[in-house]
């Protein structure tokens, strides 16, 4: 079990990204490795929604062709979070969108199913994701930057409205948690940004109201 450790920002545009592309760099540190991604998640939960309720979350990601399914739960606020995460063929992921969760044997999902208390999970939440990814490297650490054009929507309703925003996220990767501070700092005051403690689940949640006690 991982420890995922990050910072959130909620921009208004993308053009905090073209900022912080045309300077090329964050408290003095190299922007580096540039990579593009299209995620596209959908998230489970129990009707009543007791993963969300608990601090919890379980995700199924794809990924240029290749599946992940993701259990995380709280640790420490919004920052700290564990993780378990697993990759599973495509098979094992059909059969999650369907619903059928208890056929695919996983760590991620039994520890998801504790939460739950053997209730039913179904998808509740679908978050696509326009990833463009930067890495910062230093002495003290590696920190993964992202800029995120998210749209969220609930599953197998195509005439739901989708909801569509824009968000920083910072991850570390490597190093202590001080870089991350330092680095989130930074960005704070070079955007006049507010970091965000909601996760995309949370978020995505509360936009949508999919629970009735979300908000």
């Not at 240029?64 to 063929?89: A, C, D, H, W």
């Not at 309703?157 to 824009?166: A, D, G, P």
Request: with cysteine.
């Amino acid at each position: 079990m991982a420890l995922e450790i990050e910072t959130k920002f909620q921009v208004k545009s993308p053009e905090i990204f073209d900022k912080i592309r045309a300077e090329k760099q964050v408290a003095s540190y190299a922007l580096v490795d540039k990579q593009v991604i299209l995620q596209c998640d959908t998230y489970f939960d129990s009707p009543g929604g007791l993963l969300f309720h608990r601090g919890a979350s379980l995700r199924l990601r794809e990924k240029g062709g290749e599946y992940l399914v993701t259990f995380k739960s709280q640790v420490k606020g919004n920052q700290v979070r564990t993780e378990i995460e697993m990759p599973i063929t495509t098979s094992q992921a059909q059969e999650l969108l369907r619903g059928d969760l208890m056929s695919v044997c996983c760590e991620a999902i039994q520890a998801a199913m504790s939460y739950v208390e053997t209730k039913a999970m179904v998808p509740v939440l679908s978050v696509e994701n326009n990833r463009e990814a930067w890495f910062i490297n230093s002495e003290a650490g590696r920190v993964k930057i992202c800029f995120d054009d998210v749209q969220y929507t609930k599953p197998d309703c195509s005439q739901c409205q989708y909801v569509k925003e824009y968000e920083l996220e910072l991850e570390l990767k490597e190093g202590e948690d001080t870089f991350l501070q330092e680095l989130t700092h930074a960005l704070s005051q070079q955007c006049d940004l507010v970091p965000n403690l909601q996760s995309k689940y949370e978020r995505g949640v509360r936009i949508l109201n999919v629970f009735s006690k979300a908000n």
